[in-house]
């Protein structure tokens, strides 16, 4: 193990979401590795974060954040957390909370605006990085000019502040890829490093945690032993979760029977993608001849009548997520160039093989042919033919086989140690090594500075002939009318 360190987190919200979780096992982690571990939030609901964040598992310290609102009339977003990062920043910077700490190293993510402050104020303080994905290209996505002019200075300073990370890491090589071709030279001569996230393989191997009271659960438990198709993701457009009806449509009655595709996934009715999307996939199947329900709970979902062939799951608990888990012959994973993809792990880690699509981070985690397949998503016709090959084709041996595998490349390679690992190392490395250069909050105002006095002599400089210009028109021009 490296020496011990006074590792300070930065998190603007420490909810519950993929990034969140990634921070709860990154700080855990490093704290099992001896590490002092301290997390800053602007905000945490302790009705809606994860465990290792609200019963003392985790020295987590909520500052700033109560004079800026986190929006203003559902507007302001990216401004006001900002702002408020900053409030939190001041707050414990001049306070002498964070001084008292003594920090080896900060680890930031989601927002680098503050980073040319932590650099400025603790000039001997290294700075880690971890960029789950450029956030000017998520904001891209969306059509609205309005939006993209409103994003550029953003945009900008995304770029520019993240250059003075010592150290930048990302979820995954696709990600990297990405980084590296929007900001040239970012993270210095390293480069950008990966740190993949993980999946909590101790709860499995110790029979404890959201999974192991169901890890012995019969298919027979659900649905009278149908045999399950499974998708998790949220409704989103852009997870083409269609893409799994319309495969799952490919098969014949017959390949059908006593099977049923579920599609479960993050679900909140104020989000109004969420609720036309679900709509779209309703109409979607019954175009395509498919009878479907719609169930938000485990006494709902179970009681789904046998003749339904989608079953729609919506904001599934984790006690029924990990039945899903254990009884699904197959897990589908429909997204596109996805930054990484959590999911295809869970289900191979409880021995479920994955069809994912060929792009993006299944491509790091899904061994094709030997813990999952890789298909093309514009090619439907293969997908279906991947699912009938699980339903009808396959050896329960070859399944069993390819399942095992699954779990061992997770335990391998997805770990929370592999991880704890590697982001020590990480640390290590970007603390033994000089502060990168780049541009300082004092050499911008410098700069400024410089640039104000130039403006005010050339003004100074130019008074005098544009005086004398403006009062020689102005007399010839009383000459003409005289």
Request: hydrophobic share 45%; aromatic share 8%.
């Amino acid at each position: 193990m490296t020496e011990r360190k006074s590792i300070v987190f930065f998190h603007p919200d420490l909810g519950i979401g993929g990034a969140e979780r990634l921070i709860i096992d990154a700080a855990v982690g490093l704290q099992e590795l001896g590490h002092r571990i301290t997390i800053f939030t602007s905000h945490r609901d302790t009705a809606h974060c994860f465990d290792e964040a609200r019963d003392g598992t985790l020295d987590v310290r909520v500052r700033g954040g109560f004079l800026i609102p986190a929006t203003l009339f559902g507007r302001f977003k990216i401004l006001l957390t900002i702002l408020r990062h900053y409030h939190l920043l001041f707050t414990v910077a001049l306070n002498g909370e964070l001084a008292a700490l003594k920090p080896t190293a900060f680890f930031v993510d989601q927002l680098s605006a503050g980073i040319p402050f932590l650099r400025y104020r603790f000039p001997d303080t290294r700075i880690l990085f971890y960029c789950h994905f450029p956030d000017l290209l998520l904001v891209k996505q969306r059509q609205r000019w309005v939006t993209r002019i409103w994003r550029l200075p953003f945009d900008a300073v995304e770029g520019w502040s993240m250059q003075g990370a010592d150290r930048v890491v990302v979820n995954s090589e696709f990600t990297k890829g990405v980084v590296e071709g929007v900001w040239k030279g970012v993270g210095g001569k390293r480069g950008v490093g990966v740190v993949y996230p993980c999946v909590a393989t101790k709860s499995v191997k110790g029979g404890e945690g959201e999974g192991a009271g169901h890890k012995a659960l019969s298919e027979k438990e659900l649905w009278g032993g149908k045999k399950v198709i499974l998708s998790i993701n949220r409704f989103e457009k852009k997870k083409d979760v269609g893409l799994a009806i319309k495969a799952f449509a490919g098969l014949s009655t017959n390949e059908r029977r006593e099977t049923r595709l579920v599609i479960a996934g993050g679900y909140d009715s104020r989000v109004s993608e969420n609720v036309s999307y679900h709509n779209e996939l309703l109409l979607l199947a019954e175009s395509l001849k498919l009878t479907t329900a719609t169930a938000k709970n485990i006494i709902s979902a179970l009681s789904i009548p046998d003749e339904i062939d989608v079953l729609f799951l919506l904001s599934i608990p984790s006690q029924l997520k990990s039945m899903l888990l254990n009884a699904a012959k197959l897990l589908i994973y429909t997204p596109s160039n996805e930054h990484f993809g959590i999911v295809p792990l869970e289900a191979m880690l409880a021995e479920v093989p994955v069809l994912a699509a060929n792009s993006g981070g299944p491509l790091e985690t899904v061994v094709d042919s030997k813990t999952g397949w890789l298909r093309d998503p514009e090619k439907v016709g293969d997908w279906t033919e991947v699912m009938r090959q699980v339903l009808h084709g396959a050896l329960p041996g070859q399944l069993r086989k390819m399942g095992t595998a699954g779990r061992e490349r997770v335990e391998a390679e997805f770990s929370e140690s592999k991880m704890a690992q590697k982001l020590d190392q990480e640390l290590e490395d970007m603390v033994s090594n000089p502060r990168v250069k780049a541009l300082e909050i004092q050499d911008i105002l410098l700069i400024v500075g410089i640039f104000g006095l130039w403006i005010v002599v050339m003004v100074s400089l130019l008074r005098g002939p544009l005086v004398a210009a403006a009062a020689a028109s102005r007399n010839a021009a009383w000459s003409q009318q005289v």
